[in-house]
């Protein structure tokens, strides 16, 4: 109790002393899901923004861009890769101006509420969490997105909305990668990755649009888990909302000065572990069908997770990468004593998996 009460202080401390939106802050709100919390009596709704500023013109935003392009024309791309249409607007986001210690205030649409709710403020980074607690009401039921708007009194000329999906107690949700998965990356080729990142149009993976979509005629609930840094949201929304059902995203905090985008790239196993993880314990009766390809450790990774939730885990499907080691003995150490009706690799979609 003195743990609960310390972190309310806390936080109300914290947002005594933090600013106010001004014209120039930009808000982006990252899609969730809430999950029936306290013997089912209530909703917890988690809210993910993100604070930041566009400096089009300004002299350390060419400058970071200009240094940006010169790394990544070290890496194997060319003068007409950094000058497209498509480089600029996807590295745009890597140079906004994070805003710290910023206060949001948002209304959730067609829900009552008397007062606009007040977030927590944002990080260094600008993003920031926060959990909004609310009791079972009609208007608040199962398999429906609920639509979350910045207050009114917020500057911005343009209204900012985000969404949270309300997902019951019981179901089927899917778990699912992104590069290499549902969207060609090529992760093993180092050029080829940071062409098809920054530069090329987004591609689906063959059949898995009609794949998904099948599943979510079947009822499923959608968690996209990747290594991809939160700065690709931008670009990976549309490109998403045109091929894949919606779903929560959950993407990685990544500083230009931290490490090489190769490297950040590359899958972190720890950190998908973790959010998987995280993910399953807040749906406890929820099965869950895991999908990911063998261009890094996705099978290790949801066979650890398979061992850990082994009542929750429907099945594994991983999608088979030219290139990669999916040897007999990789199987054999991967899905060590792990039922073999529970996982299967595939090159594409098949008959049985669309049934």
């Not at 899609?31 to 604070?51: Q, Y």
């Not at 039921?141 to 000329?157: C, G, L, N, T």
Request: aromatic share 12%; charged share 25%.
């Amino acid at each position: 109790m003195k743990s609960i009460i310390i972190l309310v202080l806390l936080f109300t401390f914290q947002s005594l002393f933090a600013s106010p939106l001004s014209n120039q802050d930009e808000i982006t709100f990252f899609p969730t899901s809430a999950s029936v919390v306290n013997g089912e009596k209530l909703w917890e709704f988690p809210i993910h923004d993100w604070v930041y500023e566009i400096e089009e013109n300004s002299v350390s935003r060419q400058l970071g861009r200009k240094v940006i392009a010169e790394t990544l024309e070290i890496a194997g791309l060319n003068d007409h890769d950094t000058e497209s249409k498509n480089f600029k607007e996807r590295i745009k986001w890597f140079l906004v101006d994070n805003k710290g210690n910023k206060n949001v205030a948002i209304q959730l649409s067609k829900i009552r509420l008397e007062e606009a709710v007040l977030l927590n403020p944002t990080s260094v980074n600008g993003h920031a969490k926060s959990n909004i607690y609310l009791p079972f009401r009609k208007e608040l039921y199962a398999h429906r997105w609920v639509k979350i708007e910045a207050d009114s009194f917020m500057p911005q000329q343009h209204k900012v909305y985000g969404e949270v999906q309300l997902i019951p107690a019981y179901g089927l949700s899917v778990i699912s990668d992104i590069d290499d998965t549902i969207k060609i990356s090529e992760v093993l080729d180092k050029k080829k990755l940071l062409k098809n990142i920054f530069v090329a149009p987004y591609q689906t993976t063959r059949g898995f649009p009609e794949l998904y979509q099948r599943l979510k005629e079947k009822g499923a609930y959608f968690h996209y888990v990747s290594s991809s840094p939160w700065q690709l949201y931008p670009s990976l929304k549309t490109f998403m909302e045109k091929n894949y059902p919606k779903g929560t995203i959950t993407l990685r905090h990544f500083r230009l000065k931290d490490e090489s985008f190769f490297k950040f790239f590359r899958s972190s196993q720890q950190y998908k572990i973790n959010k998987i993880t995280a993910i399953i314990k807040r749906y406890p009766k929820h099965h869950f069908i895991l999908i990911g390809d063998s261009g890094e450790h996705d099978p290790e990774i949801y066979a650890k997770i398979y061992r850990q939730f082994p009542r929750n885990i429907q099945s594994i499907w991983i999608r088979y990468v030219e290139g990669s080691h999916m040897s007999r003995q990789r199987l054999a150490t991967d899905f060590k004593d792990i039922p073999r009706n529970i996982w299967t690799i595939f090159s594409s979609p098949n008959k049985r998996m669309l049934q």
